[in-house]
């Protein structure tokens, strides 16, 4: 890990951490939500892949976009999004995000630039795109990122929205979540040739990056929101990274895909978290102590949003009428 | 050529069933094939394929990556070249990513060549609610499809039709398109063993009585099923009417039905406006079964609504029990 000014960038090295850790606790307790049958649905936990989301989101502003994908609980808690009405939504309450109609794979946060997750992969390539055209032609300075996963690179509407994000420059960046795997299959079993060719292909810069190490992920997407803010988007990053969990959280026993040891390698020597731990505590910008406060106090915050949560009040069933079109 | 059933009534899940078929004929043709995302080692989002990879190796069982569009595309192709394709969805939903090949392609290309050729494509579509997995993995869109000449669309609702109707659909010189309701898969029920096909384009009764006809499909036949047998209690006697193929639709037996009864209620998961139940209304309007209604025809459809998320609101949308049997009991109210 690598950075500059350690002292004077405490502050956002800290609300980093604390943006990790409070993705690992949310999906610590949504996972226990759903084994426990209080969450219907289908979910997938974004536990592994905290420094990819995070080492993002912090370079945005609330006023760049993202758009999200079926693993996109992260990327909500990253840009910005409050426990209690992502539970909510989780448990399909009406104070969630989506008044319960969305759940965890549609979970969005508007106020914050989430344009939403999306169940279907690579389903928002799309709309990122044309955000980034929006944002061109009303001269706004925002810039829009697209998440998808490595298996999302299969999706035929990635190279179509790529050749016209780059005839037109716009600000887009499209991030790439390698996780070695989609679904259950491992990427170079899905994947022919490199990823991020393909976008030079386009003439679009296209970068690799340690999507473990949350301050070369900021780094590098700092400098790349600032060169879209000059017109000089869009670009692509491929991230590596690695899903803790199961393909969703039903997915227990997969030995049979996904070996015990890469496993255990990818969370004792590569865990985004632990790393960045170190070099906070190496630097001496924080010490053991304050960090584990931290983690204690978020602990509860989602304790209590849980809480919160499964006694918040169901929509009516007429619900179901509104938002099919405005009113 | 329906078989005999074997006298020990042996029983099989829906997705089993699905499997036997697809192993008969994997075992029986070289030309069939099976293609879908994680079909192999993993069996399948819903596990229908099983293990079939490791009998017949990745050659005949292959994994797409996530391309519905381009999988979609080639199977086409080789249907047309000479294959006997089966292209897994994940889900029906993602058939919106295939259109362009499915509608446009493997639908007209028989016509437009001035029949030259031929594409016998069979694919799957796990399909419908009732799962939680909100808007973009719920729907019903058989009418979708059904509203393409050159396509057939099926909706097997049990696990003896499920075999029956893919080995249909392989013998098929035409694409076939399968929907499989996902909160059947588990579904139990006697299906003969071996090879037999069960005809597309054949309506079955399910249950015979003279009051009212109920005319489902998929997994609502099941719920017309059981408000019919409520209904009985009630002395409200439903004839149940298994649709089985959304195109090319069985006229006559829905007809026949109708001509007895003189009531219909035509019960569908897909949204109602200008779905399945229109058709068959539309068709019992048209003819001379119209001469012998006693009451309005009903339509219980989909409601005007995508799938949401939440458990409650997810039934609201869709027909349930309840909603059969008040019907039911309006338009026989008074005259039986
Ligand atoms: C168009 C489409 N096809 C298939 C699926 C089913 N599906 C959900 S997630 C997934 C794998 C996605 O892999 P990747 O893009 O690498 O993301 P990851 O799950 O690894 O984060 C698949 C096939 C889907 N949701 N949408
Ligand atoms: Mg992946």
Redesign the pocket.
Known sequence: MSASDNKHNREDYLRMYRQMVRIRTFEDNANQLYLSAKMPGLT?M?SG?EAVAVGICEALTDSDRITS???GHGHCVAKGADFQAMFCELLGKEEGYCRGKGGS?HIADQSHGNLGAN?????SMGIATGSALRAKLQKSDDVTVCF????????GLLYEVMNMAALWNLPVIYAC???????YTA?AE?AAGSITDRARAFGIEAFEVDGQDVLAVNELTRELTGRCRRGEGPFFIELQTY?YHG??VGDINREYYRPKAEEKDWKESRDPIEKFTQWLTGEGIASTDELEAMKAEISDDAASAVDYALKAKYPETHEVDMHVFAD | MSAEKSPELRELSYAEAIREAMDIALGSDPRVILMG??IGVYGG?FQVTGDLVHKYGTDRVMDTP?S?LGGAGVAVGAALTGLRPIFE???S??AA?AMEQIVNQAAKVRFMLGGAVSVPLVMRFPAGSGTGAAA??SQSIEAWLGHVPGLKVVQPSTPEDAKGMLLAALDDPDPVMIFEHKILYKMKGHVPEGRYTTPIGKAAVRREGKDVSIVATSLMVHKALSAADQLASEGIDCDVIDLRTVRPMDRETVLASVRKTGRLICVYEGVKTLGVGAEVSAMVAESDAFDFLDAPIVRLGGSESPIPYNPELEKAVVPQVPDILEAARNIAKGQI
Do not use: K, P
């Open positions: 997938h974004y892949e994908t079926h693993r794979m169940a279907i992969v690579g389903g998808f996963g490595d298996g999302a690179t299969a999706q979540e390698n996780n070695g795997y989609s679904e990427t899905i899903r393909h969703h | 995302e994680d989002a996530i519905e969805f994940q889900f939903d993602f990513l973009q993995h």
